[in-house]
């Protein structure tokens, strides 16, 4: 069986290659209008009972829709991250960094704010 495909692909091997060329350009062609249906979660069907959902949980809670920083601290030899001078090194890092993009940081989260958050 396996012969049969390789003189078949050998023998019609120009037709092969024509129609994998067309199957990839027929594929960019589709693709490039699904933009217009899908969205960051995949498609978005207006009538559906997840998109009102959806809707009514972002006019509650509003919607996140930046990306994440995390930002991994190690302590210095000898210290601990419980180390108050490295803690409020850490704090007052985070600080400058929220104050120098106020637009581009909503807020930090973390250990030193949160210490419950410890993994």
């Known amino acids: 069986m396996f012969a049969w495909w390789g003189?078949?692909?050998y023998r019609y091997r120009f037709i092969v290659i024509a129609v994998m060329v067309a199957l990839c350009l027929g594929g960019g062609i589709y693709?490039?209008?699904l933009?217009?249906?899908v969205t960051q979660s995949g498609?978005?069907?207006e009538g559906s009972q997840s998109v009102h959902a959806s809707l009514l949980a972002d006019a509650a809670y509003g919607r996140d829709t930046s990306g994440h920083i995390i930002a991994i601290?190690?302590?210095p030899d000898g210290k601990t991250v419980d180390d108050p001078a490295?803690?409020?090194k850490i704090l007052d890092?985070?600080?400058a960094a929220e104050k120098a993009h106020p637009d581009k940081i909503l807020r930090s989260i973390g250990y030193f704010?949160?210490?419950e958050l410890l993994s």
Do not use: E, I
């Open 93 to 95: 890092n985070l600080a």
């Open 43 to 45: 498609f978005y069907d």
């Open 7 to 9: 003189r078949t692909v």
């Open 86 to 88: 490295f803690q409020k």
């Open 73 to 75: 601290y190690t302590a």
């Open 113 to 115: 704010k949160s210490p």
């Open 35 to 37: 933009g217009k249906h």
């Open 31 to 33: 693709g490039a209008s």
